[in-house]
């Protein structure tokens, strides 16, 4: 059983930048970041597939920056220009097998328990 840790999470206002941290306790090989604000569903922000494809979800492009360290079983997300509307839960996620779902909860393996990040103007 692999546990992941986030880490980095807090308040910071309106343009500022935050950056999340989360360590495996285990080799992982694909690993996401996801956020739930409050009233709506979980969302994935950000994910690392196959041959280092990464992805994001259209509202965090060229705000939001995800890496992985392989040898370090660590991922982080880099948040610039934070929004109002980032403000949720984020949570780490890690997957054994890619099927070619990025953003299906049910093919995420492993999940971190959270890190809050609020974004006030």
């Known amino acids: 059983q692999v546990q992941l840790v986030e880490s980095g999470g807090g308040s910071v206002q309106a343009g500022g930048s935050l950056r999340l941290s989360c360590a495996a306790s285990g080799y992982i090989r694909y690993m996401a970041w996801f956020r739930q604000a409050p009233g709506k569903e979980r969302e994935g922000v950000a994910a690392v597939g196959p041959s280092g494809l990464i992805y994001y979800t259209y509202s965090v492009k060229g705000r939001f920056t995800i890496s992985q360290d392989n040898a370090k079983n660590t991922a982080t997300l880099q948040m610039n220009s934070l929004k109002d509307e980032d403000t949720a839960m984020y949570y780490c996620?890690?997957?054994?097998?890619?099927?070619?779902?990025?953003?299906?909860?049910?093919?995420?393996?492993?999940w971190g328990q959270g890190t809050q990040v609020t974004v006030s103007s």
């Open positions: 996620a890690a997957r054994i097998v890619w099927n070619g779902s990025v953003w299906g909860e049910k093919e995420y393996n492993y």
